[in-house]
């Protein structure tokens, strides 16, 4: 518990006890080939690979878990797929980087990623909408409507103090974009960092005090680190160590 082993996802998987994690928070290769781990022969062995590793880490989650998969729009939509009957689905997130990409001139531009959110069990499974509740949009009309409420089908309705539920369209800049200088793109240690705002609101929703987070494909080992952050436990696996984060305790596996 609270290591990332340096192994391959596989091994690691089939070390793991079944029903053993609470949530499984997963950034796997896109297949975009932006390193030699996320270079596949063909389209057909990417999902292969990610369909295997999918149906290993399932049975992994306990019955009442949840998870959380990143990838591109049209690999997500491949995925949820392969993952009817096996679990639930509960949102299509689509996360806004604000941060292109590549420029397209025969098709939008792509500006999105997303990430499939599903639990175990349709409706046994955790979820806490408050912990992650946004500032509401507009100011004035709010200020209003906490004094004197709004008429609302016959009823008034008074907005929570806390904000607004938290949609399923999630506008955060991408780790790239935040750490450009004067406009340049600058080389990262890992060359897809995820926000750590993103991860937190996802372990906050999804996981409880104490919960074990599964971190697959750890990276830099962000998830990790929010998970302890945030009192949850984790465990995780990566091929490269030189990737994480030297605040993690690393387990190297011969
Ligand atoms: C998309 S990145 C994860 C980035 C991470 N979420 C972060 O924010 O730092 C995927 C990671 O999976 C690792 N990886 C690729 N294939 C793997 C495999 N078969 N087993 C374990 N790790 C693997 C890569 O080294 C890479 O760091």
């Known amino acids: 518990m609270n290591q990332i082993y340096i192994q391959d996802v596989f091994e ?5 006890p079944n029903a053993f994690v609470d949530l499984a928070i997963i950034d796997p290769p896109y297949n975009l080939k932006v390193a030699n781990w996320d270079r596949f022969k ?13 149906d290993s880490m399932l049975p992994k989650i306990k019955p009442t878990g949840s998870l959380y998969i990143f990838n591109t729009p049209y690999n997500c939509a491949l995925f949820l797929n392969h993952l009817r009957g096996k679990a639930t689905f509960q949102n299509w997130i689509t996360w806004y980087k604000k941060d292109g990409m590549s420029a397209h001139k025969k098709r939008f531009n792509n500006t999105q990623e997303c990430i499939l959110f599903c639990s175990m069990n ?3 499974y955790y979820f806490n909408c408050d912990s992650v509740r946004l500032p509401y949009d507009s100011v004035s009309r709010i200020t209003h409507a906490a004094k ?20 399923d369209v999630w506008e955060i800049v991408s780790e790239r974009h935040k750490q450009k200088v004067n406009g340049r793109t600058q080389k990262l240690n890992h060359p897809t960092p995820k926000p750590k705002e993103m991860i937190e609101r996802m372990i906050k929703a999804s996981s409880k005090e104490g919960d074990l987070i599964l971190d697959l494909f750890s990276g830099t080992g962000i998830t990790s680190i929010v998970a302890r952050a945030l009192n949850r436990q984790f465990i995780g696996c990566e091929l490269n160590k030189d990737y994480l984060d030297s605040s993690l305790e690393i387990k190297e596996v011969k």
Do not use: M
């Not at 690691?12 to 793991?16: A, D, R, V």
């Open 42 to 54: 063909s389209e057909n062995d990417f999902l292969d690979f990610s369909f295997a590793w999918i």
């Open 122 to 124: 349709p409706k046994k």
């Open 148 to 167: 004197k409420g709004i008429l609302k089908n016959g009823k008034r309705w008074y907005p929570n103090p806390n904000g607004k539920l938290c949609p």
């Open 12 to 16: 690691f998987l089939e070390s793991l």
